[in-house]
């Protein structure tokens, strides 16, 4: 069973051509989807309903026509609102499908700059804004294409991409202090963030988190807090309960095997832990899915 990565590395397309656009729906696929990040560009845009994504530490409730821009790194995370339906697409991209060279003039003038944070956008782009009205038809035009991007579009697909790039560097926003220190606090918990990952199924203590990270038990509590609008125990716990859900859905394994799988000793616990989250007992949970 494949499981979300927090640093998703897989290659989304082909290794010819690194782009792949992805349908998503709320709850159908899935309730949510844990802090993670990647190297691609991501492009989301709401179709139907409304969610909240959390971009670094800032939560953002997105709606039918919004576009959200995701520069490679950013941490970000899915999450329904309350019992609100939701569809979207993701439009991932490598920067290296436009230029393939790191020594060329235009990496260095157009894209270099957000990758090392000089430059960065507004993530949040609202129905009817500017750039919304601008980036709107070419993000269109890739979903429209999205099934034939590598039989006879490619090039259709890299215009459109261009074009995207053209205009986010037209109206991109100077990174300021605030948020390259908010940058390089998250740098220094991702070693919480991927033991969380790696081991979920064992017990795992605030100490030994706070060691990997380098910080007192205190601080890294703090620290975390900060970043995630959550205790550490709480992000544990739900990321936990994201993992019990998937193998329920994906899985015929027995309910309580799930639950020890999934770290969670009690039973009872497990199960009051999951019907507050997804409003179903694991149970009835299952008997959702079609």
């Known amino acids: 069973m494949k499981e979300p990565l927090l640093h998703e590395t897989k ?18 696929y899935f309730n949510s989807y844990p802090l993670h990040w990647h190297d691609e560009v991501e492009i989301i845009y ?7 994504i959390t971009i670094w530490s800032n939560e953002y409730k997105v709606k039918e026509g919004d576009i959200v821009i995701l520069m490679p790194q950013t941490i970000h995370s899915f999450e329904q609102i309350e019992s609100s339906n939701s569809e979207y697409f993701n439009i991932l991209f490598s920067l290296s499908l436009l230029e393939s060279s790191s020594e ?27 750039l919304n009205l601008i980036l709107t038809p070419l993000i269109c035009s890739l979903i429209e294409h ?17 074009m995207i790039m053209h205009h986010l560097n037209q109206n991109y ?25 790696n081991s979920y199924s064992n ?3 605030v100490k030994e988190v706070a060691d990997l990270c380098g910080f007192s038990e ?12 959550m205790s550490f125990n709480s992000y544990l716990i739900n990321y936990r309960l994201e993992m019990a859900g998937k193998q329920i859905k994906e899985t015929d394994h027995k309910i ?31 008997e959702t899915i079609d």
């Open 173 to 197: 926003i100077s990174s300021d202090k605030k948020d390259t220190l908010l940058q390089i606090k998250y740098e220094k918990i991702k070693n919480a963030l991927y033991h969380v990952q």
């Open 11 to 28: 290659i989304h397309g082909t290794k010819d051509f690194p782009y792949i656009v992805y349908h998503g729906i709320i709850p159908d």
């Open 104 to 130: 060329s003039a235009c990496y260095n003038k157009y894209i270099k700059p957000f990758i090392v944070h000089e430059k960065n956008v507004n993530y949040h782009e609202e129905k009817g804004s500017k």
């Open 203 to 205: 017990r795992i203590t």
């Open 146 to 162: 999205r099934r034939d991007s590598y039989t006879n579009c490619e090039y259709l697909v890299k215009s459109n991409l261009y």
């Open 46 to 52: 709401i179709t139907k309903g409304k969610m909240k």
């Open 256 to 286: 309580v095997d799930i639950a020890s799988n999934c770290g969670f000793d009690n039973h009872s616990y497990f199960t009051r832990s999951f019907q507050k989250k997804y409003g179903l007992t694991p149970a009835k949970y299952r």
């Open 218 to 229: 205190s601080h890294f509590m703090k620290l975390f807090k900060e970043l995630t609008s």
